[in-house]
């Protein structure tokens, strides 16, 4: 079956740049989302289609894709940022999550 | 502002049904697909199923395909999801999900609050 895999954990130290990572087979002819999701809160969509970012979310996101490998990138990281983070794709009309990274500011 | 609220958790015993419902606000709800999501407790996320804006289509995760069903009335703005067969591993938080593209097959751009379910002895 299809699977899509991510880093167990991210750390980062506040003000710099987090890198978080999905991949998956036939990821290049995908479209991934990414999610953060607080301790005991819903999840939030912060990048869709790879690299768009749905209103309200700041600009330190961002997404990219190279081949079979999505990226999800915070610049100048904050404390807030410290979360779960789950990358998304369908596949064969089933939706997919990856593993989910939680992101460690420390 | 789009609103979805889940509610009809609780706790259940194996082989025990329950009916989720979300109820949908803010957004025209039968131009949107919709989805369940479940979050064992420490676990990631976990699709479950979806539905098209009219119910035409619909489909399911091999693990709860063929004792869930996923419904809505788009005149009650409410998604649904009728659980039978309840497993232990069943328990989870389980999100009422919107598609952010009325064409259906992206992303979830809002989601609700949640609702536990719990299946135990």
């Known amino acids: 079956s299809y699977e899509l895999t991510q880093p167990p954990s991210v750390s980062v130290s506040p003000g710099q740049t987090a890198s978080i990572t999905c991949s998956g087979d036939?990821?290049?002819?995908?479209?991934i989302c990414w999610y953060q999701q607080k301790p005991g809160q819903s999840p939030v969509l912060v990048i869709y289609q790879v690299r768009k970012r749905p209103s309200g979310i700041p600009e330190r996101f961002s997404g990219s894709k190279s081949g079979n490998t999505a990226t999800l990138t915070i610049s100048g990281t904050q404390a807030m940022d410290e979360a779960d983070y789950y990358c998304?794709?369908?596949?064969?009309?089933?939706?997919?999550f990856g593993g989910g990274t939680k992101l460690t500011v420390l | 502002q789009v609103q979805l609220v889940e509610s009809g958790g609780g706790l259940v015993k194996p082989g025990g049904s329950l009916r989720l419902s979300c109820a949908a606000s803010?957004?025209?709800?039968?131009?949107?697909?919709m989805s369940w999501i479940r979050q064992a407790p420490g676990k990631g996320l976990e699709w479950v199923s979806y539905?098209?804006?009219?119910?035409?289509?619909?489909n399911y995760a091999d693990s709860v395909k063929g004792r869930f069903t996923i419904s809505r009335d788009n005149a009650k703005n409410s998604l649904y999801l009728q659980m039978n067969s309840l497993r232990a591993e069943d328990t989870a938080i389980y999100y009422c999900a919107r598609d952010g593209d009325a064409t259906g097959y992206s992303h979830f751009d809002y989601w609700g609050q949640g609702t536990l379910v719990t299946v135990s002895s």
């Open positions: 998304q794709a369908w596949d064969s009309s089933t939706v997919l």
């Open positions: 539905i098209s804006s009219g119910s035409s289509y619909t």
């Open positions: 803010g957004f025209t709800f039968s131009d949107y697909y």
């Open positions: 036939k990821l290049g002819d995908k479209y």
